[in-house]
């Protein structure tokens, strides 16, 4: 666990850095999540959260709110949380994505503008930050 953590804290410093993740890194961390979950989870654990999270991933990417590196990631994540890691690491991903979009909103309010710009933000810190809240409660014994 701690080490696919390593590995999105290197991901998430290219994120801030350049807004690019290269593929040998993002497809890289999907044998590593493949592994810890067949340790952690079993096969058909792994499987289930392997699936899980390609599903979510496309589906996030076809609405275009995250970009293909952050498909990869989230399928190397499912992999190694499972099914319940990866719907609560997902859910504090996004309400702390959500929580930065505030002042954005609140900016545009103040202004008046008549549209929103689009903010185009890294977002594997967000996934760093989730995910490592949910490592800290799986080593806490808190979940599977």
């Keep these: 666990m701690w080490f ?4 999105l804290f290197a991901c998430s410093w290219m994120d801030i850095r350049t807004k690019r ?4 890194v993002s497809y890289g961390l999907i044998p590593v999540g493949i592994c810890i979950g067949i340790i ?3 096969v058909k654990g792994m499987i289930a959260g392997l699936i899980l ?3 979510t991933g496309i589906v996030l990417s076809l609405i275009h709110a995250i970009g293909g590196a952050d498909v990869k990631l989230s399928t190397a994540l499912g992999a190694a949380f499972g099914t319940t890691g990866f719907l609560y690491g997902m859910a504090f991903t996004v309400l702390l994505a959500g929580a930065a979009g505030v002042p954005v909103i609140i900016r545009h309010w103040i202004s008046r503008d008549e549209k929103i710009t689009t903010l185009q933000q890294a977002f594997v810190p967000y996934m760093t930050v989730g995910f490592g809240i949910v490592t800290l409660q799986i080593c806490g014994g ?3």
Aim: net charge positive; glycine share 12%.
């Design 21 to 24: 993740i290269p593929n040998s």
């Design 142 to 144: 808190l979940i599977k």
């Design 4 to 7: 696919m953590l390593l590995g």
């Design 53 to 55: 999270s390609s599903f």
């Design 40 to 42: 952690r989870l079993g």
